[in-house]
C-alpha cells in the first residue's frame, strides 16, 4: 500500500511553499520541461517577479495565486511550452505546464503565443499535493 496523506498535511505541505516561491522569479519558456532538477531549456519568453504574499493558503490540497502575476513587456517571441519558478535565493525550482487559459494546465495564461513587447498575464496557477 502507498502512503497517503490527509487534507489537513496536504495543505500544510502546500503552505511550506510561501515562504520559498514569495519574491521569486517566474519564467515563461518555450519547449518541454527538462525537469525541475535539470538546467533550464527553452528560451524566456516573459519573467515575473512573484509579489512578496505570491499563494493563498492552500485549501483542498490545493495551492493558487494571491495576486496578479503580469510582465508588462515580454522578452521574446514563441509559444509558452512550460513554466519555471525559482526560489528568491535560486537554489529551489518548480517546473509545470503552461497552457490558455481553460487549457488545463498547471498554469494559465492569457495567451500562449507571446510576441516580444506583448503582456503576460497569469489567470490561473493551481499546485495540488500527491497522494
Known amino acids: 500500500m502507498a502512503a497517503t496523506l490527509n487534507i ?6 502546500l503552505d511550506g511553499i ?32 512573484l509579489p512578496a504574499d505570491a499563494f493563498n493558503p492552500a485549501s483542498g490540497g490545493t495551492k493558487t495565486k494571491n495576486g496578479t502575476w503580469q510582465e508588462l513587456s515580454a522578452n521574446a517571441t514563441g509559444t509558452a511550452g512550460y513554466f519555471r519558478m525559482t526560489s528568491a535565493d535560486t537554489l529551489r525550482v518548480l517546473e509545470g ?6 487549457g488545463g494546465g498547471d498554469m494559465q495564461i492569457d495567451n500562449t503565443s507571446i510576441a516580444t513587447g506583448q503582456q503576460v498575464t497569469v489567470t490561473s496557477f493551481t499546485l495540488t499535493s500527491g497522494n
Open 97 to 102: 505546464t503552461v497552457t490558455i487559459t481553460g
Open 18 to 49: 510561501d515562504g520559498v516561491f514569495n519574491s521569486g522569479t517566474l519564467d515563461i519558456r518555450t519547449g518541454s520541461a527538462p525537469g525541475a532538477g535539470n538546467a533550464a531549456t527553452g528560451t524566456v519568453l516573459a519573467s515575473i517577479t
Open 8 to 13: 489537513a498535511l496536504k495543505n500544510d505541505l
